[in-house]
């Protein structure tokens, strides 16, 4: 209930109003039955300008911390993404993964909308970072086709750190489904998970017109915070 009262009443139309997205391609996301939405993640507020435009209801993997935060701030921003039908994942230890595959599987073994992030962080830069591979994992155990998506101007209206967003044009850019029924059975193979993120990520990275960069956010994100405090961070090599 929550979910559709934030969608059409509460902050739906809010949102319209102030950013008037232009959404290109919407014929792209089925209407009916499970599907992936796999998305380039610049900013907090792609949480709700995506969802709020599209028809059909979409759930999110959203990180932990939204629903461990401190204070009343913690547990208002918590009760907003439990009420609005988000699921809490893990992103620390061995398990992180698998664990984020089985609440994504069984979104979609109920025939519905799944919303991922391949980056698993958003940009802190602007740009296009490499893609992990469970949205391969999730794309070939189900058996469903998977919709690239492009958020496009969101990174200026609410860059990393920004509280209240700016007022700038957003566009939503939803590609054609992406069917990956030849790797049918082969979602333990490495090189085809791997084959199958990148397919996913050009797709994204046509939509977006962003830079590509062939590392992992999380990876240069560390960095970039270990050399602001002066300190030295191996970075991995390439591929």
Do not use: W
Not at 98 to 120: C, D, K, M, S
Not at 179 to 200: C, N, P, Q, W
């Amino acid at each position: 209930m929550f979910y559709h009262l934030l969608k059409y009443v509460l902050l739906g139309p809010l949102l319209r109003l102030v950013f008037r997205p232009r959404i290109e391609g919407l014929e792209n996301v089925p209407a009916s039955g499970p599907a992936i939405v796999a998305g380039n993640h610049l900013s907090f507020s792609d949480h709700f300008l995506m969802p709020a435009m599209l028809k059909r209801r979409i759930t999110f993997l959203a990180k932990a911390e939204y629903f461990t935060g401190p204070g009343l701030k913690g547990r208002l921003t918590a009760f907003f993404f439990r009420s609005a039908g988000q699921i809490p994942v893990d992103r620390s230890g061995k398990e992180a993964g698998q664990a984020a595959i089985r609440e994504g599987l069984g979104v979609l073994g109920r025939g519905e909308l799944l919303g991922i992030y391949p980056e698993g962080t958003r940009s802190h830069d602007g740009r296009l970072y490499k893609g992990k591979v469970g949205v391969a994992v999730m794309a070939l155990r189900a058996g469903v086709p998977v919709v690239p998506c492009a958020m496009i101007g969101t990174f200026e209206a609410q860059p990393p750190g920004k509280v209240i967003p700016n007022v700038h044009p957003v566009t939503i850019r939803f590609g054609k489904p992406l069917d990956f029924s030849r790797y049918a059975g082969m979602e333990r193979e490495k090189a085809v998970l791997r084959a199958v993120t990148d397919e996913i990520m050009y797709a994204i990275l046509t939509l977006s017109g962003q830079e590509y960069v062939d590392e992992y956010a999380a990876v240069v994100k560390a960095a970039h915070a270990a050399e602001k405090k002066g300190r030295r961070f191996p970075r991995p090599p390439l591929g």
